[in-house]
């Protein structure tokens, strides 16, 4: 028997980034628990419930139709190209400062017992999807509304997501284990979430940065490329380029190996910390 | 400091590891690196960083540890508050890393969460269960297959379909050691004995760890109470300072412990 029993080597420990990953498809109900939590929660005491989640980019879409539509008049059907770049900044916003909050809720239960430390992150960015999956139902009816039609391009959009959503996850693991040593990063990130939001062209059309910083602007700016993996193939009905399509690959890789490692060559000590 | 040390530990040596070995301790000590002066923020922590001064001392919770604890033994851990027992379950259950030394666990461990951490008081008692199944590290099907049981432990009736924020403590409590103890570990790890709900659900309790037990459950019971010790355990370990001041059958180290105590 003692034979079947799995057993802990506290000396024999495969490499963090490997023993994280593994621990975590060994939790992965845990996660789809901790995700249909929030999602629960969510409409347990409103009225409206899920349908909040669908009318909340809407009416942001609205307001800013309203403000702006006569400052960007040139810009065809203004509220599909809004719409499109507010659904794929909710999502960073709110899975990337979730991620944070999650970690210092899910603190308490670190010193108690055991965890894979990345299962607060995983489910934030997996509630950010469903969130994400949701809004579509009112962008469809917006584009239907403005006589924008869905072309086949659209059928890039799973890549597109899985994309950002690898982005998504690097960004918050390398956010929350900043976050754990220091909580102000939390207020701090707010900001530079808000500047950076004015510094990616989701609400006014890219023609109105002068030429000039243009390059630099949109191309130094990893969300730029991955806003567009959505915005060709919605908005502009175009297929990204492969090029494109593999520096938007290139950029989600790399930020989350980078979230990825640097969160679990600390995790040990969180438990000491959070 | 020690007036009355042990003269001779009672034991040291450990056996060498068998199938039979379902913890082993091979002097571990655990250190906690604590900041002078906490740093709260990131402002803070740099202008700290420049001027060179960033100072923790060094607090060894668990120094030079070596314990070994046999299958279905119930071993007991005694010591004042802070001598460093439950750094030790810490230590089993994954959730501290040795600084040094080595841990060797067998089996699966079953930490006792402290009752009711991790419940959402939205969620109704059923999602709950899920929730701290999973917590606990239990798969879907898992749970499915026990959710009647726990249903019946905790016996809470039409409530489980209700809010947990409706629930009095008590059945907060119930729910969550039904969870707990909704299936058999090969290492059961207490702090300090329960106190949850009323006196028949409290022998309930106490029948379920039997019932462990006689099936070859390991018990890690920690507890600063020497009748505890002495009613239940048949081997102990005194910790003070985080070092082990001697291991041995539980009277011995419950009359060493009595003896020393000032």
């Known amino acids: ?274 | 400091m020690s007036l009355h040390t042990v003269s001779e530990p009672l034991t040291g040596v450990p056996a060498p590891w068998s199938a039979e070995t379902m913890i082993r301790f091979e002097h571990v000590a655990v250190r906690y690196r604590v900041p002078h002066e906490r740093i709260g923020s990131f402002k803070e922590y740099a202008i700290r960083r420049l001027r060179g001064r960033i100072d923790h001392h060094d607090f060894w919770a668990l120094r030079d540890v070596t314990l070994q604890i046999q299958r279905a033994e119930i071993f007991g851990i005694i010591g004042r508050n802070g001598a460093g027992k439950s750094t030790i379950l810490k230590v089993v259950s994954r959730v501290l890393h040795p600084t040094q030394g080595r841990v060797l666990v067998q089996g699966r461990v079953a930490p006792l969460l402290e009752l009711g951490a991790g419940f959402h008081p939205e969620l109704t008692g059923r999602e709950n269960v899920f929730l701290n199944g999973a917590l606990l590290g239990r798969s879907q099907r898992e749970i499915k297959e026990r959710f009647d049981w726990v249903l019946e432990f905790a016996d809470l009736g039409e409530f489980i379909a209700a809010p947990l924020r409706t629930y009095s403590s008590g059945m907060v409590a119930r729910l969550g050691f039904a969870v707990a103890m909704a299936w058999k570990p090969d290492v059961l790890l207490l702090d300090e004995i329960l106190a949850v709900g009323d006196e028949a659900f409290q022998r309930k309790c106490r029948e379920r760890i039997a019932s462990f037990c006689a099936d070859g459950t390991t018990v890690l019971l920690v507890t600063h109470d020497l009748s505890t010790l002495q009613t239940l355990c048949r081997q102990a370990a005194w910790i003070d300072q985080g070092k082990v001041r001697c291991v041995g059958p539980s009277a011995a180290v419950a009359t060493a412990y009595a003896t020393w105590q000032p």
């Open chain 1, 1 to 274: 028997m003692a034979d079947t029993l799995s057993s802990y080597d506290s000396d024999r420990r495969p490499p963090p980034v490997v023993e994280e990953f593994l621990q975590a498809m060994r939790y992965r109900d845990l996660i789809r628990q901790l995700v249909r939590r929030d999602v629960l929660i969510r409409y347990k005491r409103s009225l409206l419930g899920v349908v909040w989640t669908m009318l909340n980019p809407l009416g942001m879409m609205i307001v800013l139709t309203l403000a702006f539509s006569s400052l960007f008049g040139t810009t065809r059907a203004y509220p599909v190209y809004v719409l499109s770049g507010l659904i794929v900044w909710t999502f960073l916003a709110q899975s990337t400062t979730t991620a944070m909050a999650q970690l210092t809720w899910g603190g308490a239960l670190f010193h108690r017992i055991y965890l894979p430390r990345t299962t607060f992150a995983i489910a934030s960015v997996g509630t950010g999807l469903v969130n994400l999956v949701l809004s579509l139902v009112p962008f469809g009816l917006v584009m239907a509304f403005t006589g924008s039609p869905l072309r086949p391009t659209a059928l890039i959009l799973p890549v597109s997501i899985l994309l950002l959503a690898l982005f998504t996850l690097g960004l918050g693991l390398f956010l929350s284990s900043l976050a754990v040593y220091f909580p102000d990063i939390a207020e701090m990130y707010q900001i530079v979430l808000l500047a950076w939001m004015y510094l990616t062209p989701i609400i006014y059309p890219e023609e109105i940065v002068p030429p000039a910083y243009r390059w630099w602007m949109f191309n130094l700016n990893p969300m730029y490329h991955l806003l567009q993996l959505f915005r060709l193939p919605l908005y502009d009905g175009r297929w990204p380029g492969l090029a494109h399509l593999a520096l938007a690959a290139a950029i989600a890789l790399v930020t989350f190996a980078i979230g990825w490692t640097m969160f679990t060559r600390r995790a040990d000590e969180f438990a000491y910390r959070v």
